[in-house]
């Protein structure tokens, strides 16, 4: 994230000593993107943040793509997958790519072990639960309606309170703010439909300086990896930088509105290679007299559409439900169902709450998102 912050002690100056009480020094960690070019954060440990007893590969975490079909609308019912489980290991993924992968997933057990993605940033929704979840940068609560991302290369557990559900995006990229609501300095401009205000780093630190065996599992290059710490990895006693898992909650959108329709990067939200996320939230309509608040047809001639139904009556769509994904793929055309551009007008607000991702290169379907499928979705534009 664009902004600095810091947690815990750090010395006056990087990379000088930085020594504990017993006259030891803290392991400094240097952890960032790009080769030195990139945002990054200054960690301390207690101990060797290489110290691995064992490293073994686990498996191939490559989802199965169905063969490709008729290209069609597709609608999947992502309520009726009820599996509960951890927050990592129990993930369904529906959709995914080369630049990100788009699954749900309910965690109701705490993980006993740690993981971290090192092939990309993790941003995860919460529809409906609170936890928290421990990193190696601090600890960071949340509730229904937050995004949380975790940054490439974390390491991170999860403590779900409750029965949760959470959408889940894993990008092979990093995942920022829309670049246009920055400035040269990376400030969110006066136009952005939120600030640094609603954004929220980990709460506390709390640092674990304990000796033992410790089960990280990685993944990395598209596969999974266990490795074994000596130590406890969340041994930090201090980080600071630009590097760090955040919180967003989509209730802080402002939206933007306007006399006539609003195309849909004006609720952007967040942005990855290759593709954008965005919050349609509870909103007034469009105040031209004569203006049609539903959005009108359009073609996706390069990049496909998922949304993520949260609550509320979707303004566009009959016949979702709550957690429904819909994927409108680029090559054909896609709007509102039959009769929604007539009952749009003359309605002064919206309650939908829902997320979008609209990827730029095509997605593929996994294989057991097919379980999940509303055969007639295609067909529900024709009325006869
Ligand atoms: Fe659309």
Redesign the pocket.
Known sequence: MAFYQKMGEVPHKRHTMFRKEDGSLYREQVMGTKGFSGIQSILYHHHFPTAVKEANYLKDALPEYEKQDALRHRHFRTAAYDKKGDAVVDRCYFLGNEDVLIGVVNPAESMNYFYRNSDGDELFFVHHGTGKIETMFGEITYEPGDYVLIPIGTIYRVFPNDENRWLVIEATSAITTPRRYRNEYGQLMEHSPFCERDINGPESLNTYDEKGEFEVVTKARGSLHRHVFDHHPLDVVGWDGYLYPWKFNIRDFEPITGRIHQP?PVHQTFEGHNFVVCSFVPRLYDYHPESIPA?YF?S?VDSD?VLYYVEGNFMSRKGIEEASITL?PSGIP??PHPGKIEGSIGKKETLELAVMIDTFRPLKTIEQARDYEDQAYMKSWVTE
């Open positions: 849909p959005p359009h996706n559409e409108h896609h709007g």
